[in-house]
């Protein structure tokens, strides 16, 4: 199976997603949905290989395909969630396999006069999954005063502070190599400042090795994010060759991504 063959098959499964979220009146996080359907079909090998700024080669295509559905007025991108429309609707029953839909957005077929929309699908299927715990262990974690929040934000004038957390810390196994323990979000060398460009930032030096860490947010692992900036979703996953590595946090998408050098 090709690379294009793959994202095809994760392009209907982003349609196939948001259809049945859409019987529950949900508008789901756009990384949510991309982590679903990567799940669904998992990454190759190549498409795994990590690309400037630390993105996973299938996700960037996944998610520059994602823009053809919005062109063709299938789906919605908007600030609360993404959303899928009537048309995006008919386009999963007159385009019900990835080649039917790729061939359809590629040649510009439009959806045949009659089609309707899909029907119901049973409670079962239409819940959403679950998200998976992350892989590591939580431990109890005390989230900054209040005093300690607002010292820190006043480190660099000029920072976007609307809707910023108070503190947001990168948890993981290479806590040790920064002088913590792994996965302690409360030690000051994990500790993420807050640019003037409204990004969270953590510079480091690592050794060489594969390391996973997650995004705790307020210095508790009620509030954390791992990849494609799910709510307790799966760790964030990678390997380094070893020296300095530099980690940029978006709390609009929630994301984290990671710039070697």
């Not at 000029?158 to 979000?185: I, K, R, T, Y």
Request: proline share 6%; no cysteine; glycine share 10%.
């Amino acid at each position: 199976m090709s690379i294009r063959d793959n994202n095809n098959r994760r392009l209907k499964e982003v349609l196939d997603i948001m259809a049945a979220g859409s019987w529950l009146d949900e508008k789901p996080n756009g990384g949510v949905v991309l982590a679903e359907a990567a799940a669904r079909i998992p990454f190759s090998k190549e498409e795994s290989e990590l690309l400037s700024g630390g993105i996973p080669r299938g996700h960037k295509n996944l998610t520059k395909a994602t823009a053809d559905l919005v062109k063709v007025g299938w789906i919605t991108k908007g600030r609360g969630g993404w959303e899928i429309t009537e048309n995006g609707l008919r386009a999963t029953v007159a385009f019900d396999t990835a080649d039917k839909l790729a061939d359809a957005l590629s040649d510009g077929t439009l959806i045949p006069a009659g089609t309707p929309l899909p029907e119901k699908p049973a409670e079962a299927a239409a819940k959403k999954p679950a998200a998976k715990k992350p892989a590591a262990k939580k431990t109890s974690a005390k989230a900054p005063s209040a005093k300690a929040a607002a010292a820190k934000k006043t480190e660099a004038p000029g920072v976007v502070l609307e809707n910023q957390p108070a503190s947001v810390a990168l948890a993981g196994n290479f806590g040790h190599a920064l002088g913590a323990e792994n996965w302690d979000p409360n030690h000051p060398s994990l500790q993420m400042t807050l640019a003037e460009t409204g990004t969270w930032q953590l510079s480091a030096d690592l050794p060489a090795g594969q390391y996973s860490y997650k995004a705790v947010v307020n210095g508790s692992w009620d509030e954390n994010y791992g990849a494609f900036g799910v709510l307790d979703g799966a760790n964030h996953e990678f390997a380094h060759s070893g020296g300095p590595i530099s980690f940029h946090y978006d709390h609009a998408t929630k994301d984290v991504l990671r710039a070697q050098g």
